[in-house]
């Protein structure tokens, strides 16, 4: 049985403000543009319905059937203040005390932990979902790859499981490292692409679609983002 089976979940997704780890970012009000504009292609899936207050879009659900609403969370993103993760989660915490929490981030961000605000306590307030980041350097993303890459700090192993299922039954305090496949990319290459090439041939545009939607590619040259 998945462990998701009946079971409703939100994700909730949580563009920032301002990372504190980083000197420049794009204004909120193209990020967030973006970010629905991205949302959009999961109006499709028959068993996800997306939220907010960028879609009317509402998929009515059979009794019993499992679902997943995508949700924008703009708690952090209008804040002139720096916004730290450990905040955010202690809010979510208290919205939903007896719920499972879970926070997904990638392998290279739980690898500077010691840079984050309390960020050792996070185990102590939701699950962490650990996604591996294959670089050129890594080779294939399997399971024995990530469990020789990915070195822990001591502060957290205990948290580490390899089940699933305890995201589910517990509410907090576990770590899963996942090893699914996914995409080579980051954020940072897509806008030094954009950055060098201000025109971009329609090969090139191809060669983006795979990370980005149309959609979203469009709303990026029309705005000249990252140029």
Known sequence: CHPLENTPVIISLLPTAQNPL????????????????????????????????????????????????????????????????????????????????????????ILTFEKWYR?????NLCHLWVMPRVTQNDGNNTENSIEKTVILPSQLSPFLTDNVQDLISLNKGRIYLDTYQVLSVSSSQIRATLKDNKILSEHEKSLLLPYLTPSVLDYILKNQLYY
């Open 119 to 123: 960020g050792f306590e996070l185990p």
């Open 22 to 109: 980083k000197t420049h970012s794009t204004s909120a009000h193209h990020r967030l543009a973006m970010l629905k504009l991205g949302l959009q292609a999961l109006c499709t899936n028959p068993h996800s319905k997306v939220s907010g207050d960028f879609s009317s879009h509402q998929k009515a659900l059979g009794k019993g059937k499992n679902y997943t609403t995508f949700q924008i969370d703009t708690t952090e993103i209008y804040q002139t203040e720096t916004v730290f993760t450990f905040n955010t989660v202690s809010h979510f915490r208290k919205v939903y005390p007896d719920d499972s929490l879970i926070f997904v981030l990638g392998r290279d961000s």
